[in-house]
C-alpha cells in the first residue's frame, strides 16, 4: 500500500526553496522563516545535511516536501507543476505576497526563486490556503489518471484524482496504519492538529499536452510503501518501469515522468 506521497524538488541551492515554498504555503515549520544567519549556524553544525532540505508540517496537515541539490540547471518549462489554491477574493494580496518572497510574473505565468513554474487559482470551499494538486503535462491525461489513482490509491475524478482517508493515525511519535508501525522524518517532533492527518495534501491533475517529455523532471512524487517490492510488481503491471533499483528505488510512470518508490521503516 501506498500510504504517504511527498513532493521533491530539484534544485540549485535547496534554502531558498525551503524559505520560498514553506512560506507561500504556510507550513507549521519554524525553518522556514529562520534568519539567514540561523540556516547558515545549522548548515554549519549539521554538513552531514548539506545539499539537502525539507519542508515538514508539524501538525502532520500539509505534505512533506523534500529538497535536493543536483547538478545539471533547469532546462525547459516543468513537466510537473504545483497549484496552489487560495479563499476567494485573495488572488492578488497572495501574488503580491509570494512576488515579495521572490517569485516572478511574466505573461501571467508565476515561476518560484528558481525558476520553477506553477499556478494560483481561487477556490470557493476554501478556509486556508493549500497546494491544491500536483499537475503533469500528458500526452494521454486519462491513461496518465488511470495510472496514477490506481498507483496511490487516490480517487479518481474528470482527469485527476484526490487522497482519501485510509486510516493513518500518529502515535507516540510513529504512523500507524492497520496496526502497523512506521517511521518517517516527517514525523520527528510532530504535534497533529485534529482531524485527519495530511487533509492538505494535493490532488493530481492531468492536463494535455503535445509536448513530448524530454528532461529529467525537476519536481517528482516520492511515494512510501509498506511493502516496496509488492507495489514494484503491481506498478509495473499497471505500465510503470524501474530506472534504478539499488540504495534508491527509482522508477517511471507512463509517460516517462520520475518518481520514488521509498520502502517503508518498520518501528520496533
Not at 516543468?78 to 479563499?87: F, G, T
Not at 486556508?128 to 487516490?154: H, I, N, Y
Amino acid at each position: 500500500m501506498i500510504w504517504l506521497v511527498q513532493l521533491v524538488f530539484d534544485c540549485r541551492n535547496p534554502d531558498p526553496i525551503a524559505r520560498f515554498w514553506g512560506r507561500a504555503l504556510q507550513y507549521r515549520n519554524d525553518f522556514c522563516y529562520a534568519s539567514d544567519e540561523e540556516i547558515a549556524s545549522f548548515r554549519a553544525a549539521n554538513p552531514q545535511f548539506e545539499g539537502r532540505g525539507r519542508i515538514d508540517d508539524r501538525e502532520l496537515r500539509r505534505p512533506p516536501v523534500y529538497i535536493q541539490r543536483v547538478p545539471e540547471p533547469k532546462s525547459g518549462p516543468n513537466r510537473l507543476r504545483p497549484e496552489v489554491a487560495v479563499q476567494p477574493g485573495s488572488s492578488t494580496a497572495v501574488t503580491e505576497e509570494l512576488l515579495g518572497l521572490g517569485a516572478t510574473s511574466r505573461g501571467g505565468q508565476l515561476t518560484d526563486v528558481e525558476g520553477n513554474e506553477f499556478g494560483l487559482r481561487e477556490a470557493a470551499e476554501l478556509t486556508e490556503r493549500k497546494l491544491a494538486t500536483v499537475v503533469f503535462g500528458c500526452l494521454d491525461p486519462d491513461r496518465m489518471a488511470q495510472f496514477w489513482s490506481a498507483a496511490t490509491g487516490f480517487m479518481p475524478g474528470e482527469r485527476r484524482c484526490d487522497p482519501v482517508d485510509i486510516g493513518l493515525a500518529h502515535r507516540d511519535g510513529v504512523f500507524v496504519l492497520d496496526s502497523r508501525r512506521y517511521l518517517h522524518v516527517t514525523g520527528i517532533d510532530a504535534a497533529p492538529a485534529s482531524g485527519r492527518l495530511f487533509d492538505l495534501s494535493p490532488g493530481l491533475g492531468f492536463r494535455p499536452t503535445d509536448q513530448p517529455k524530454l528532461n529529467k523532471n525537476r519536481l517528482h512524487l516520492d511515494v512510501c510503501s509498506t511493502d516496496a517490492q509488492a507495489d514494484r510488481d503491481r506498478l509495473i503491471g499497471l505500465g510503470a518501469s524501474v530506472l534504478r533499483w539499488d540504495s534508491e528505488h527509482v522508477m517511471a510512470d507512463p509517460e516517462g515522468n520520475e518518481f520514488c518508490l521509498s520502502p517503508s521503516r518498520v518501528a520496533d
